[in-house]
């Protein structure tokens, strides 16, 4: 029987097509993966050719002598600019906002072929560090309203550079679905005086069936209405609605949760094209009690259609507990993409 | 400079990324359409293979004597199921309605190779007629809470089968996306006494640089906040909240406009893939004053990516006024795919 679940933070419904199920390592895209070179001489982001990328807004290690690890950049093409004060205008119905907003490439690797699902756990923190850093910096600045993190892999994800980075878009409003969630969020916590995303933590935890891992700091689940199949969401155990409320040992441990996630996909899966997203309170709302930070990894192995476009709602094709079952099982040091199950 | 606008109706911003952006024509994804044969014997919705599908709900002309034009049937494969009671359950954080809905299936025609933007007009409005009815006849069923019509045409747009079909999905609840929009236009209404989307359709038609095309009955633009480029949307000019309210003539006049958008997409575009939808008020909401149901058509010629997952704001590459002009331009009758402007 086909069910209809909500989500308790959003109120959005998923239809769970169990009448289409389908088992997890169904789920897996056999295709050809093309070989990846480490060095592309035409690749801006590839070590030689800084020159080709606007000037480093960052660099780790920080010496420029020393060859780096993760660079900083603003995107070449980036859909908003810094060099504007947002001014609103109000014509009738006609709402602007001129396009000021920061747009940062973060060039994770000088390796054109490494990906972050193999990369040492050491390394993904460095990473992470980065993010926190230019989130933080980008936070201070008053014209920021918003900032979210996030990365695309392959091209069903959206890529169109196929050298390993993330990006960091920071806007001067914060976008209606943020403010919407954090109504609800502000209201269940005048309901009950709890953040209901610990409450949903604790219920889970106590559940099992949709943990994929816990951590000291952080666990790692599928959503009982999980919009989409290893739609995989991680949050911190400890209270913090802002990215940037994370403490050094807790980017430590993330960095690990991440990148055993992110292998687990890559060995369960085939290596899926996915992104992935942090979600965090916006800058005006750091602080509160009724918000929850989280980073979301959504493998992009269907198509959103027609319904979905028409109503809001999405369909999911494989039970969340399912998929929970299946990434607990792969394992994350597997050698070669091996598909579990197979 | 980009711009941010932001949707008048749904408050969602969306990135006008003039620093991207892209003439119309540079839109154009110029691909092998393979060619397709006006019948496949191993096609489900072929003529002679009717008993491949369940039992026909509507067939159209209703004799089963005469080739038929339409079917309906329920889909093989569907999300929700008609044969229980909508129930729903609260466990905490954990709530559920079980899978109750219907999940037709609209044949479009018998020839496997035809295509809406060229059929005859007269031929549409028969396809528009039966959505009316199944979309009427749904709407009497107390446990149906909202329907979705839709369409996806090509892989792209998420379409599983070739054969010419949309379909219709009736739910059991009403999506929080849809919920959370009548809210504001309720609250509009309850300000300034007017509906909103009637405001913006007056705007629009006074100010005329978003406008595609303009009938008796309806008039169709890309939105001032678009989300995507040629993104476009049809509304009746009366005030009509749900799709249940058209008329015989109106119907006639839809088609007509229907027909010659999707013509203009397939000239000037090259066949792009797309999905349309029709939003229409919920069953509960028949009749308010407030909401205004409309068909939005979703050229598919972008990928979400993280930003847009990560964010709720979509970004756009072509401004909405010169989309406009493009498809303005575009002859719909023109034979073969002639690019315009190539």
Chains 1, 2 share one sequence.
């Not at 070989?35 to 030689?48: D, E, N, R, T, Y």
């Not at 390993?164 to 001067?172: D, E, G, I, K, W």
Request: proline share 7%; glycine share 4%; charged share 25%.
């Amino acid at each position: 029987m086909p069910e209809l679940r909500q989500n308790f933070a959003t109120k959005e419904w998923v239809v769970i097509a169990t009448e289409r199920a389908r088992r997890p390592e169904q789920m897996v895209q056999h295709r050809e993966r093309k070989v990846i070179a480490p060095f592309v001489s035409s690749c801006p982001f590839c070590p030689g050719n800084e020159g080709l990328t606007p000037p480093e807004l960052l660099r780790v290690p920080a010496s420029p002598d020393a060859p780096w690890h993760v660079r900083v950049v603003p995107n070449k093409f980036a859909a908003l600019s810094r060099d504007v004060q947002p001014t609103r205008t109000v014509h009738r119905s006609r709402r602007t906002v001129n396009g000021f907003g920061a747009h940062d490439v973060i060039i994770e690797t000088p390796d054109h072929s490494q990906i972050l699902a193999l990369m040492p756990d050491s390394y993904v923190a460095e990473i992470l560090r980065v993010y926190k850093t230019r989130y933080d910096e980008l936070s201070l600045d008053p014209r920021v309203a918003h900032i979210t993190i996030f990365k695309n892999h392959g091209p069903d994800a959206g890529t169109s550079l196929e050298h390993p980075h993330s990006q960091l878009v920071a806007t001067p409003v914060i976008s209606h679905q943020v403010r919407e969630r954090f109504q609800h969020a502000m209201r269940h916590y005048d309901d009950y005086g709890e953040c209901m995303f610990c409450q949903m933590i604790e219920e889970e935890l106590q559940d099992e069936s949709r943990i994929v891992m816990v951590s000291e700091h952080f666990v790692a689940m599928e959503l009982y209405a999980s919009p989409a199949p290893f739609c995989t969401h991680i949050y911190p155990r400890r209270h913090m609605a802002s990215f940037g409320d994370v403490g050094a040992a807790e980017i430590n441990d993330l960095s690990r949760v991440l990148r055993t996630l992110l292998a687990k996909l890559y060995h369960g899966l085939a290596d899926p094209d996915f992104n992935f997203t942090i979600r965090s309170a916006p800058a005006e709302n750091v602080g509160v009690k009724y918000f929850h930070w989280y980073l979301s990894i959504i493998p992009r192995l269907t198509r959103v259609a027609g319904f979905e476009l028409g109503s809001g709602m999405f369909i999911n094709t494989v039970l969340p507990e399912a998929a929970a079952e299946f990434l607990r099982k792969v394992d994350a040091e597997a050698a070669g993409t091996a598909v579990a199950g197979s």
